[in-house]
């Protein structure tokens, strides 16, 4: 055989799998760390079984849905939020659908701005169930408002909410987890913890926040293999985000009824997050296109990023400011 032939077989090869990795890209849902992950590496399945999980924000969206599809494996589980009421229906929700007994779900209510609570509520979780083996930090809330017409209040709560409130619980389970000299720290970041998009300033600083935070964290963490900290950012996923999100004034949120249907499914994003957490991953983007590609963009592109970002807003906008709610999130 030629040298000749053998660089064009080489160079067909190469072609090849160039076309594979586009083909895998256009139709993935998520990062194709994650998608590999799903398909080769450790199954929640196997993984998780036996664990104790403490999910905040358990009552609705993604930390509800977290809850059903945990309660499938054989986990104890630990639900938190506000609204106790909410929480007792999803626990219900768990009993009938779910693999668990009443002894293995824990109804702790939770407020993440109530700093002091949180101590008293790890130490509760620790009595019940032992320990703490995985820690979703899942609850937060999010903004629809123009910086300028927004006031210092509503950045307040974003920070005290987002990033405190799960800093505060993270702190209290963390010593915890360096005795055992294992567990896992999850937290439901999001699209815009990495990339800007309009109406939204406290959010995103807050989540921009949480990421500094734990990726930091985690270099304090090198000396403990077997503690692991994931950050999970989704795009747009069908949940109340938005309904809940705060506007220009801390009491009043957007009250969003808009159609979600072009979202991605809460069980699809809940799905891989339990990927996530089983193959211990530090960072997952979970989003279909065009959002899957901002990610990229904004990772490998960001000039590009830029022009696309800044071309959007100004849609965004202007849709905002003619009263047509804006339900990307
Ligand atoms: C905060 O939590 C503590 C301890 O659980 C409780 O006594 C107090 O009433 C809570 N504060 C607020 C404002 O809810």
Not at 196 to 204: D, E, F, I, K, Q
Not at 227 to 243: A, D, E, F, L, M
Not at 282 to 298: C, R, T
Request: aromatic content about 8%; some cysteine.
């Amino acid at each position: 055989m030629s040298w000749g032939l053998l660089l064009w077989l080489l160079a067909l090869c190469a072609l090849l799998a160039l076309a594979v990795q586009l083909l895998r890209f256009v139709r993935a849902d998520a990062d194709l760390t994650l998608l590999w992950a799903e398909w080769q590496g450790r199954r929640p399945e196997w993984e998780l079984t036996d664990m104790v999980v403490w999910v905040t924000g358990a009552s609705s969206g993604i930390g509800e849905e977290l809850a059903y599809q945990l309660s499938k494996l054989r986990v104890s589980l630990v639900l938190s939020a506000r609204r106790v009421h909410e929480l007792e229906r999803v626990k219900r929700k768990c009993l009938e659908n779910g693999n668990l007994k009443e002894k293995d779900i824990l109804i702790l209510p939770l407020d993440l701005t109530n700093r002091s609570s949180h101590e008293m509520a790890t130490k509760a979780v620790l009595q019940e169930f032992g320990r703490i083996d995985i820690l979703v930090n899942n609850g937060g809330v999010s903004q629809r408002a123009l910086c300028v017409d927004t006031s210092l209040d509503v950045f307040k709560e974003l920070i005290e909410l987002n990033y405190l409130g799960t800093v505060s619980l993270t702190k209290c389970v963390l010593p915890h987890m360096i005795e055992r000299k294992q567990g896992k720290i999850v937290t439901v970041n999001s699209i815009v913890g990495i990339i800007a998009a309009p109406l939204s300033t406290g959010y995103c600083a807050s989540k921009h926040a949480l990421r500094g935070f734990f990726n930091t964290l985690r270099t304090e963490l090198a000396t403990y293999p077997g503690i692991t900290i994931s950050n999970i950012c989704p795009g747009p996923v069908q949940s109340n985000i938005v309904k809940n999100a705060l506007t220009e004034e801390v009491t009043k949120t957007t009250g969003s009824t808009a159609d979600e249907s072009y979202k991605m499914a809460t069980s699809r994003c809940v799905r891989l997050m339990l990927v996530t957490m089983a193959n211990d991953l530090k960072e997952v983007w979970i989003a279909d296109h065009p959002f899957l590609l901002m990610f990229y963009l904004w990772q490998y592109m960001p000039t590009l990023a830029w022009w696309l970002t800044n071309k959007a807003a100004k849609r965004r906008i202007e849709n905002f400011k003619s009263g047509v709610l804006d339900t990307t999130e």
